[in-house]
């Protein structure tokens, strides 16, 4: 159905469902619906266990900025999903077609003028908490561009470390916000130094439900570079880092083996299930382990 004519040079680059709009509010509930969409992927594995992680990790954490922080997170997220999703097209209409860019919501040339026009504003969003944020949202801007543009995406070790980079940078500016700081102290270098390497040597559990979707697109990602390697290192790293961060945060021994039954069932998990639907589950499963151990700074003894 044809637009009306105050919305035309908008809907060259967005593509208007087929419904009926009779009022500004029907548009913007198509535009927030579409942003929505382009990030709603990530609320489990980024928004939430990262404004979770800096409650934890902040010395000076306060209720107050638990909506500042939300925002500061979600408008980077929509940033790093808008551009990794329009080179990803081909993927999102086998895999994902419910997504802005195959749905057709947004043309391809709409989604790269959003990609670019987000990095400014997020830019100078972060600019209102001090260096330490605004910081925080260039590295996560270059580590973007470097993922999407320069081919971080391709190899499992650029996969790998592009994710260290860009948790670290949700980490960081979402604990300097949380903690209404203009700097990190100890403990939260510490939790973040930890997360960091938690990463490195977990998030390739991410890839093996999609080896055959990475082949396709001529990505190595860990699984398929080494199959069986890759899920022995995750077995024994989800063992060694539940142990490992259980006596860093000086946890309670009953938390501890909680912790460490946890992991080694995930690792099992990885180990021994490997269809694609049970490597789903898997998934699942191991981001509720990372949400655990983003909890560990706040009870510690």
């Known amino acids: 159905m044809r637009s009306s004519p105050p919305l035309a040079n908008f809907s060259a680059f967005v593509r208007i469902p087929p419904i009926s709009f009779n009022s500004p509010f029907e548009i913007l509930h198509d535009i927030t619906y579409t942003a929505f969409l382009f990030t709603y992927t990530d609320y489990k594995t980024i928004l939430f266990p990262i404004t979770v992680f800096a409650y934890a990790a902040a010395s000076n954490a306060s209720n107050n900025r638990f909506l500042e922080v939300i925002i500061w997170i979600w408008i980077h997220l929509l940033q790093c999903n808008v551009s990794n999703q329009y080179k990803s097209i081909d993927e999102d209409l086998v895999n994902r077609p419910w997504r802005p860019l195959p749905a057709r919501r947004i043309t391809l040339a709409g989604a790269k003028i959003l990609r670019w026009a987000l990095v400014p504003l997020c830019m100078l969003h972060s600019a209102r908490y001090g260096k330490g944020v605004t910081f925080a949202s260039g590295l996560l801007t270059i580590t973007t561009v470097v993922y999407d543009e320069f081919g971080g995406a391709g190899h499992w070790i650029g996969k790998n470390a592009s994710a260290v980079f860009g948790y670290g940078s949700f980490e960081i500016g979402a604990t300097i916000i949380m903690g209404n700081a203009q700097n990190l102290d100890s403990k939260a270098v510490c939790a973040i130094a930890c997360s960091a390497l938690v990463i490195?040597?977990?998030?390739?559990?991410?890839?093996?439900?999609?080896?055959?979707?990475?082949?396709?697109?001529?990505?190595?990602?860990?699984?398929?570079?080494?199959?069986?390697?890759?899920?022995?290192?995750?077995?024994?790293?989800?063992?060694?880092?539940?142990?490992?961060?259980?006596?860093?945060?000086?946890?309670?021994?009953?938390?501890?083996?909680?912790?460490?039954?946890?992991?080694?069932?995930?690792?099992?998990?990885?180990?021994?299930?490997?269809?694609?639907?049970?490597d789903k589950r898997s998934y699942l499963i191991y981001n509720i382990w990372l949400f655990s151990i983003h909890l560990l700074p706040a009870i510690s003894k």
């Open 200 to 278: 490195f040597t977990t998030i390739h559990a991410q890839d093996c439900a999609d080896v055959e979707g990475d082949r396709a697109l001529n990505r190595v990602t860990f699984p398929i570079y080494a199959p069986e390697a890759s899920r022995v290192t995750l077995f024994l790293a989800l063992i060694i880092w539940s142990i490992f961060l259980g006596q860093i945060w000086d946890i309670s021994i009953e938390n501890m083996m909680l912790l460490c039954v946890f992991g080694s069932y995930i690792g099992w998990r990885y180990y021994c299930l490997r269809s694609v639907e049970a």
